[in-house]
């Protein structure tokens, strides 16, 4: 089939073609997030083919959010001017211009709104496909050939726990709005397990950013139901409370997290893998101490300031360079590569998130779990460092700027 044809069929199917890529984008994102990141390409490339044009892209540089996203991508690419290691440096922008930028444009792109819901049941059902297989290697069905140390398929289990926690919340909210009693028992159902493949992932981060988010959700409850609210509330702390005494895993890692704490605390000690998310504050400390902090070290600078200063103040423990190989916080280590620069930048991006005017219910929650947990759980991890997850928040932040596009051109056409 010749470049022509190709293009003709897709001018000619463009809706469905679009769709479908999106689909598959989703789908494969889970499994390898590498074969997401080919199928964001040649969804982008059906998008120029079929109707793209400088308006529309002018059209998106009007969104603050989007500038606020363009001008935090060149401010890596002008970061690398002065970085230590521009081989790594490189490697990290290519990665936040191919894992973000390019899949949260391919979905704020989506032509028409009946779309959006349909991605949002395709990201549900690949989360269940993904449940089927996590709860077959826990119960070896797929027999003994998985190595994990927590049966979370195809990912790191810190990367699978945030994104069950996101199918969590939006399988809550569609419980809570479902009348038919029948779908009402599946939703709930699958919540329940949903729930358990949370706790046996072993993604303490998820479980923490799940809390959270809760939490906050059910401020806005207050307002209109304290029954509600308390249950919402009291919902997951019931849950971890019966993971504790009926899942050794789960109360291991619990009592382990306690534990480096009080190591923290009596002994200095920082070597547990809580006690180098501790250590990542007192590096931070330490930088804005003795570096400029106001445009940071460039992109590729984590690993060589972290160990200089590991080197230079924390010498008599020498473990903590084996430990601590990596920034388990997003945000110092923005603050380290691009300074406090690039920390306004993101909470910018936050910011201008949270104001997208949102119409549908649906996707105005949508649009606030997906901050939530964007916030939360790059308190502990890279959540915006690593691909997978990475793609995964591109994703729906591009459904929410498809979300508010379609409904800003149906107030226009109102109004004419």
Known sequence: MSIMSISSFIKHNYYTTLNYLLMFTIFFTTIQHKLGKKIILLTLFAAVISYFKIDMFKSLL????????????????????????????KGIVENYLFYFIFPLIAFSLIPNQKYIPLLIKAFLITMF??????????????????????????????????????????????????????????YFLFLLTM???????????????????????????????YKKALIL??????????????????KVRTNQMYNATQNVIVKQDFTSSFGTRLLSFAIAEKYI????????????????????????????????????????????????QYGLIGVMLLLSLFYYFYKLQIKDPRMRYIQYITLLVMIFSNLADGMLFIRSTMIIFAIFIGLVLAQNRIESMSRESKCI
């Open 62 to 89: 009007k969104q603050p959010l989007f500038r606020v996203i363009i001008l935090s991508l060149s401010y890596m690419f002008l970061s690398l001017l002065w970085t230590p290691d521009f081989h790594e440096g």
């Open 233 to 250: 509330l009291l919902s997951p702390f019931l849950l971890f409370c019966v993971a504790y005494f009926s899942f050794d895993q789960f």
């Open 195 to 225: 729930s358990g493949n949370l706790i046996l992932s072993g993604g303490r981060n998820g479980q923490m950013t799940l809390l959270l988010a809760i939490a906050v959700l059910s401020l806005s409850y207050f307002k209109t139901s």
């Open 289 to 336: 101490q003795e570096y400029p902090y106001i445009f940071g070290e460039g992109a590729g600078s984590i690993k060589i300031t972290k160990d200089t200063i590991l080197t230079t103040h924390f010498k008599e423990t020498p473990r903590l360079h084996e430990g601590h190989k990596h920034f388990h916080q997003y945000y110092i280590s923005t603050l380290i």
């Open 129 to 186: 496909f993904n449940e089927i297989i996590s709860y077959g290697i826990m119960f070896e069905v797929w027999g003994t050939t998985y190595d994990y140390e927590f049966p979370t398929p195809f990912m790191h289990h810190t990367a699978y726990s945030m994104i069950v926690t996101v199918a969590i919340l939006i399988l809550g909210y569609d419980f809570t709005q479902e009348k038919d009693i029948k779908i009402k028992i599946f």
